[in-house]
């Protein structure tokens, strides 16, 4: 079974080489890796001609539809992360990928982790569930778990903070 940080090593290896797909198979584990367009490159997208002849009385001109127009994507600025003055020098968990968040392996067990816990590079402190695999998130970091910020359940970005760390 592969690591998370060895999937990570995986994903960053497809996208720093000229490969686009990467397929990986192993004692009934499969990993494919499909690289699309850069972010930021642009697309390219136009609607079709659209030519309609309005039919009037002879004594009126016959108009025509507007010329077809040119569709360019909208880029959406991100609103600026909200300052949190309580994590300075704190160590951020973050969760690898987008999935469901368990704090604990079990509905009727205990967490992984609380608040005070001491956590090393190792321990397991949730599962991020994605497409009906559970993945469990190590704490890659040696401290103490100051808060928890997100909920048993809750949907999880890539990139969003789960924990905080106070880191030793």
């Not at 686009?20 to 990993?31: A, I, M, Q, S």
């Not at 609607?47 to 001109?61: G, K, L």
């Not at 994590?87 to 967490?111: C, E, N, Q, R, W």
Request: glycine share 6%.
């Amino acid at each position: 079974m592969l690591k998370m940080h060895e999937i990570r090593e995986l994903i960053k290896l497809v996208d720093q080489s000229s490969v686009t797909d990467f397929d990986y198979e192993f004692e009934g584990l499969k990993v494919s890796i499909k690289k699309g367009t850069q972010p930021g490159a642009p697309i390219q997208v136009q609607a079709p001609a659209v030519q309609e002849t309005i039919y009037q009385p002879v004594s009126q001109p016959v108009v025509s539809a507007p010329a077809p127009v040119e569709v360019s994507p909208v880029v959406k600025e991100e609103a600026a992360p909200k300052p949190e003055s309580q994590d300075t020098g704190l160590h951020k968990i973050v969760s690898p990928m987008v999935g469901t968040f368990y704090a604990a392996p079990a509905p009727d067990a205990s967490p992984y982790v609380k608040v005070g816990d001491k956590v090393n590079n190792s321990t397991i402190v949730c599962i991020v569930e994605a497409m009906k695999l559970m993945n469990e998130i190590e704490a890659e970091v040696k401290g103490e778990i100051v808060e928890i910020l997100v909920e048993n359940g809750q949907l999880v970005e890539y990139g969003q903070a789960l924990f905080l760390v106070k880191a030793e």
